[in-house]
């Protein structure tokens, strides 16, 4: 109780009236007011998102130096691990802070999520939780070119299942054939690596697709925006890489 108290009054009771306050903006169009939000919200967490995937694209990088070291101290755990350590100083990464960064980032996407879930499945404002700054639209529209956002739309589902895929396309690369030796088997590492991959590639958008058909289409509106931020975000990152980890 204790918890979810903290998440309501920090977390979802904002973004609950932050969601009410564009509704008003935009006339009240509950769509238009989705993305702005759900921008709003990626733009305030970028530094962390940023930090995440610059680190991850580091440590892509630096795998082929990563593999010659645990070679070079196979037989010594403790070396490989410090020269490992060593090589992640020297070029300035912490391979620790992408998922510490990304586990901060958890309660406000999850909050996000509620408040397009929960906040908005009965089709109506609830006044008990708006602040006394936020004034109640005059009008709600629910219809956000030719989709109902509190019914289910198998349509927006799909879409955010596919940008789910071209989303994890760019961030977990398949493993390249040229970094093995020819006739050189996979280890049980790289075996796992590429399934794991594959699953998150391939399983996750059809799963995104799936659940995001089970609710509002207003569910699956913000899964798309919030994939499509990310996927130009990942772009730009991929593109300034050399120079960021230089």
């Known amino acids: 109780m204790f918890i979810t108290d903290i ?49 991850q694209a580091g440590l892509r990088k630096l795998d082929p130096e990563i593999k010659k070291l645990k070679e070079k101290h196979k037989n010594n755990q403790q070396d490989q691990a410090r020269a490992i350590m060593e090589l992640y100083k020297e070029h300035g990464i912490n391979p620790f802070s992408g998922c510490i960064l990304t586990l901060i980032q958890i309660p406000i996407i999850f909050g996000l999520y509620w408040v397009f879930w929960r906040g908005l499945s009965s089709g109506v404002v609830n ?3 708006l602040y006394s700054s936020v004034p109640m639209p005059e009008m709600i529209a629910f219809k956000f070119f030719g989709f109902d956002l509190i019914e289910r739309s198998i349509i927006l589902s799909l879409i955010a299942g596919v940008s789910q895929y071209f989303l994890m396309k760019l961030s977990i690369p398949p493993i390249k054939p040229e970094e093995k030796k020819p006739g050189e088997a996979l280890t049980f590492a790289d075996e796992f690596k590429k399934g794991l991959g594959t699953q998150m590639r391939y399983v996750l958008p059809v799963m995104i697709a799936v659940i995001s058909f089970g609710f509002p289409a207003v569910v699956p509106l913000y899964w798309f925006t919030s994939n499509l931020f990310s996927i130009v975000h990942e772009l730009l990152v991929k593109r300034k890489a050399k120079e960021l980890l230089a």
């Open 127 to 129: 006044p008990d939780l």
């Open 7 to 55: 998440f309501n009054s920090v977390i979802f009771i904002p973004l609950y009236n932050a969601l009410i306050f564009f509704t008003g903006l935009t006339g009240g169009s509950i769509g238009a007011s989705v993305i702005i939000l759900t921008l709003l919200v990626k733009f305030a967490i970028l530094p962390l998102s940023h930090k995440s995937v610059t680190t």
